[in-house]
């Protein structure tokens, strides 16, 4: 079956069983999530036990905690400015599950991240977020008129009425984008591990005649040499989610005294700091 038809059948088996598959029940993603969510709590409460009175993280788990957090409000405020301070803790939640959902996918079979209906989920919460920032910040009359561009007159309503259909349009195709970006990238490297890792067995396959160097061969862990690159995707897909979701909430918040300038100056700070 199709990977991504695949996805979508553990969400709805039935769908599966109709289309004569296998029939999937997707209570796993429910289980993998759940021990994503557990072991940021756990790992939580251990940094906090590192936090003296006086402010100092003093653990190896504190320091980790404290690095994080200001990495993801370093990022908010280098590409808002102040303002992007209260925005740290949702950037923040974000990257701690994608990154540790990331993580578990190099020792585990499945991973949440790997799933498409589950990134599709989180990205439905993240564009949410960023649409009630931006009604909260401008109100939803203004916030409506930012999908329209800059103030037209005269026969150039039009326009403006074709760019608020585009900016439209394009908002939908960001749920698109950064589910099947994670997806694509997290579950392609599994797809990748495995084939790798039966290629000597495929080569070397000959149930006639064992050989002591065919069970050797057969033995390579050929895939595991991709582990550094795996671990690199990791960080790169929970950094690309967290900076893009950044971004979105920089340009529905903007005002428009912010220059443009001013605004491509933090981006490009935020993207250097990373």
């Avoid at 790992?43 to 994080?68: C, D, M, Q, Y």
């Amino acid at each position: 079956m199709n990977p991504l038809l695949h996805s979508i059948a553990l969400t709805f088996p039935r769908l599966a069983d109709e289309s004569g598959g296998e029939a999937y029940i997707g209570y796993y993603i429910f289980v993998y999530s759940a021990l994503v969510m557990a072991t940021i709590l756990i790992f939580g409460a251990i940094a906090k036990k590192g936090i003296r009175t006086n402010g100092a993280w003093t653990t190896v788990p504190a320091r980790l905690a404290e690095h994080s957090i200001l990495f993801a409000n370093g990022l908010a405020t280098g590409m808002m400015g102040p303002r992007g301070k209260k925005y740290g803790p949702f950037l923040f939640g974000l990257w701690s599950f994608i990154f540790i959902g990331n993580l578990y996918g190099l020792i585990l079979n499945q991973t949440p991240t790997a799933d498409w209906s589950l990134n599709l989920g989180m990205a439905l919460v993240t564009m949410g977020y960023v649409q009630f920032e931006g009604i909260k910040e401008n109100g939803i009359g203004g916030h409506i008129l930012h999908f329209s561009g800059p103030k037209m007159t005269g026969g150039f309503v039009i326009i403006s009425g074709l760019l608020m259909i585009i900016e439209i349009i394009s908002e939908c195709f960001k749920l698109l984008s950064l589910s099947i970006r994670l997806f694509a990238n997290i579950h392609g490297g599994h797809q990748l591990v495995t084939g790798l890792s039966s290629v000597p067995t495929i080569m070397m396959h000959n149930p006639a005649h064992p050989t002591v160097l065919q069970f050797i061969i057969e033995g390579l862990p050929i895939g595991g040499l991709l582990l550094p690159l795996k671990v690199l995707a990791c960080v790169i897909q929970a950094f690309v989610w967290v900076i893009l979701t950044a971004t979105y909430i920089s340009l529905v918040t903007s005002h428009e005294d912010h220059s443009e300038e001013d605004s491509h100056d933090g981006i490009a700070e935020a993207v250097m700091a990373g």
